[in-house]
């Protein structure tokens, strides 16, 4: 049994850029589906897949990763907020994650946003990870 479903979903996506695989399945969540949404349109990964293979009961994620020039899009990915220790910020407490290059994920009253957004809207929430 996992006990943390998010970090399992950012140790799937961490192992798979390190083999250069093309893609990664994880099993499906709503919480899952919307950080992987957070990261297509900030333009970490590719396209997301929701599916369901026959005779499996569980629904699962496909998600394309993406590389440039033979190097991962994501350099890294670390969970910030977790379940023994939550990690809450205002938007005015944000800080630039690698100088501007990354991103923070948070969880907000209006869903989950990326750092930028979420200051630009003036929200703030738990992080649940940052990525670069």
Same mark, same amino acid.
């Given at each position: 049994?996992?006990?943390?479903?998010?970090?399992?979903?950012?140790?799937?996506?961490?192992?798979?850029?390190?083999?250069h695989?093309?893609?990664v399945?994880?099993?499906y969540?709503?919480?899952k589906?919307?950080?992987?949404?957070?990261?297509?349109? @900030? +333009?970490?990964?590719?396209?997301? &897949?929701v599916?369901?293979?026959? #005779?499996?009961?569980?629904?699962?994620?496909?998600?394309? !990763?993406?590389?440039?020039?033979g190097?991962?899009?994501?350099?890294?990915?670390?969970?910030?907020?977790?379940?023994?220790?939550?990690?809450? @910020? +205002?938007?005015?407490?944000?800080? &630039?994650?690698?100088?501007?290059? #990354?991103?923070?994920?948070?969880?907000?009253?209006?869903? !989950?946003?990326?750092?930028?957004?979420?200051?630009?809207?003036?929200?703030?929430?738990?992080?649940?990870?940052?990525?670069?």
């Amino acid at each position: 049994m996992i006990t943390d479903p998010i970090a399992d979903l950012l140790t799937r996506i961490r192992n798979a850029n390190q083999v250069h695989k093309e893609y990664v399945e994880v099993p499906y969540s709503i919480v899952k589906e919307n950080i992987l949404k957070v990261l297509k349109t @900030s +333009g970490f990964v590719g396209d997301i &897949k929701v599916f369901k293979d026959k #005779g499996v009961k569980h629904k699962m994620l496909s998600v394309d !990763l993406i590389y440039l020039n033979g190097e991962p899009r994501i350099q890294h990915i670390e969970r910030v907020s977790k379940p023994g220790l939550r990690i809450y @910020s +205002g938007y005015r407490d944000l800080q &630039k994650v690698l100088g501007g290059f #990354g991103m923070y994920i948070l969880s907000t009253p209006k869903g !989950l946003v990326n750092s930028i957004e979420a200051k630009n809207k003036k929200l703030g929430g738990e992080i649940i990870c940052k990525i670069w």
